[in-house]
């Protein structure tokens, strides 16, 4: 095995000693650690988020021998030395661009903390991908990354509109098919917590388009935040349901008992995780 670069190394510490790690995982760190610096006010959490960053893109990213534009690997080795699984995550480019154009954003134009290059290969990878899924936590991300996109428009940030328009379509359409399917009337037994709890962040993507005609416009826009907020009560519903007691003493709660834990507790303060 070749060992790892000092960025590789951090990048092994915050997967968490899997044998595997996947590239929205990684994300995830990126983002928790621009909200460490912005709580504590400490730059250099910012740094080590847009280390990660470069690390995670370069090993992940990639030219198919055959020619063409640059793809994306869906996991790799822990040490970022070679990839595990070829295939291209459905949402991974999206979340990319997204995440990059928030470290962007966050980092005030300096040039050490410049990601225009990666924010270039993301969005040629995410440009015309198929975003629909009934997967509850496919969905999940899909608000998660409309809401940031959202707040970077906010902020007169580099995030497009049309993207916005399209993640909401493709969030709107698995929400419509998601409660088509009744999964919700399964037992907490048969039902996996953190793959719902993701949906918790319908009320307030629909909430700032709605309450903002001046950055978003009305009209197209204005009438998906109306269709978004139908689905208010179902992520409500989600909430009230695994914050009862009862649902969380099964196997399929205290299986995923860390994870579950965290989604539940963005739920329950949302604005701290969801915030850009």
């Known amino acids: 095995m070749t060992s790892p670069s000092a960025s590789s190394t951090r990048c092994t510490v915050l997967s968490a000693g899997t044998a595997t790690t996947t ?23 910012l740094g080590w988020a847009v280390e990660l960053a470069r690390a995670a ?14 793809r994306m690997c869906w996991k790799m080795s822990i040490d970022l030395s070679r990839p595990l699984v070829p295939a291209m995550g459905q949402h991974d480019p999206l979340d990319g661009f997204v995440t990059y154009s928030e470290l962007q954003a966050a980092g005030g134009g300096s040039p050490h903390l410049d990601l225009s ?3 270039a290969d993301m969005a040629g990878i995410c440009r015309d991908g198929n975003r629909a899924t009934d ?27 049309d ?9 709107l359409a698995g929400l419509a098919a998601f409660a088509r399917a009744g999964s919700l009337r399964y ?21 700032r388009v709605r309450e903002n005609p001046d950055i978003f416009g009305r009209g197209a826009l204005e009438r998906r935040a109306e269709a978004l907020a139908e689905y208010v009560p179902l992520a409500d519903a989600i909430i009230g349901f695994w914050v009862d007691d009862r649902n969380r003493e ?27």
């Open 250 to 276: 099964t196997g399929a709660w205290t299986g995923n008992r860390d994870i579950n834990t965290v989604m539940l507790a963005t739920t329950l303060a949302p604005g701290e995780f969801l915030a850009v």
């Open 23 to 45: 590239y929205h995982y990684l994300t995830k760190w990126m983002h928790a650690l621009i909200r460490v610096s912005r709580a504590t006010k400490d730059p250099v959490y």
């Open 163 to 171: 993207l916005l328009r399209s993640v909401l379509d493709a969030a």
């Open 187 to 207: 037992p907490a037994e048969y039902r996996l917590a953190f793959r719902e709890l993701g949906l918790a962040g319908v009320p307030g993507l629909a909430g």
């Open 57 to 70: 893109h370069a090993a992940f990213t990639y030219l198919p021998p055959s020619g063409g534009s640059k």
């Open 117 to 119: 290059p990666e924010i």
């Open 135 to 161: 997967d509850p936590l496919g969905i999940g991300g899909l608000l998660f990354d409309a809401g940031r996109i959202a707040q970077l428009m906010d902020r007169g940030g580099s995030a497009h509109l």
